[in-house]
């Protein structure tokens, strides 16, 4: 439905960065997870990285034992992610490109190129019972070949409107206006995420067919400011507050 408040999921990445950066057990990303979902969040998100350099495989275990509120499993489309998803069976995955040297994602995932390894890696996702996001730019061509592989939403990627210029951001904003128009006439549900932040985050907002935002650098490393809970409430507030 177009128009409704939109969804805010809780990236909880970078928490376990700051664990690792000493190691032990402290801060528990876990926690945060449950602080995050205190403060209203719709979701919690959790990257579990082929190299594990910040949520671990037991934070995923812990986090499906301990949250009430779904989980959004991000993954590499590699046959040991599908092993671990549909052991878990967390509410959805979203599959993003991944590659070992680069600090943060980088770009959407090419489902075009691979059409034919998403075609049956979705279907195993699907008889787990785990519904399927793929992290794609915001391409109508990538998102078309997102609907005819039978994923269930899209997540379109933020970080080159949030990266851009003042000259160029208009143009980038244009851009997920469109992404996302053309996501709803052909019927995939449609998110958001990468970068967002206080000054981004409203324009965003107000493109009424995105359903739900993820969000996680930003918030994790304004809450050392501040604190989880006032980072979210205000979050929160300024999706509303593009949305209205």
């Known amino acids: 439905m177009v128009g409704h408040k939109i969804r805010l999921g809780v990236n909880i990445d970078h ?3 700051v664990r690792n950066a000493r190691g032990g057990f402290y801060p528990d990303p876990v926690k945060a997870a449950l602080v995050a979902q205190k403060a209203g969040a719709d979701g919690i998100t959790a990257h579990l990285r082929e190299d ?4 671990k495989d037991d934070d995923i275990e812990r986090l499906m034992a301990e949250i009430s509120i779904p989980l959004n499993f991000e993954m590499a489309a ?6 671990i998803a549909t052991k878990h069976k967390p509410a959805s995955s979203c599959i993003v490109p991944e590659k070992r040297e680069e600090l943060t994602t980088e770009g959407g995932l090419d489902v075009i190129g691979a059409y ?3 075609k ?3 279907a195993k996702l699907h008889e787990a019972g785990v519904s399927v996001s793929l992290f794609i730019d915001p391409d109508e061509k990538q998102i078309k070949a997102s609907k005819e592989l039978g994923a269930d939403k899209i997540e379109l990627h933020t970080g080159s409107y949030v990266d851009a210029s003042d000259k160029d951001r208009e143009y980038e904003l244009e851009r997920l206006r469109k992404g996302a128009a053309y996501s709803a006439e052909i019927g995939i ?3 958001a995420g990468h970068g967002l932040n206080y000054e981004t985050v409203e324009a965003v907002a107000a493109i009424s067919e995105f359903t739900e935002f993820n969000i996680g650098h930003f918030l994790i ?3 050392i400011m501040v604190g989880l809970e006032k980072a979210i409430d205000q979050m929160r507030k300024l999706m509303d507050q593009g949305r209205g």
Request: proline fraction near 0%.
């Open 221 to 223: 490393g304004e809450s």
């Open 120 to 122: 049956g890696y979705i």
């Open 116 to 118: 034919d390894h998403l």
């Open 78 to 83: 590699t046959e040991e992610m599908l092993t």
């Open 15 to 17: 928490v376990a960065t």
């Open 52 to 55: 594990r350099r910040h949520i």
């Open 189 to 191: 549900e449609v998110h």
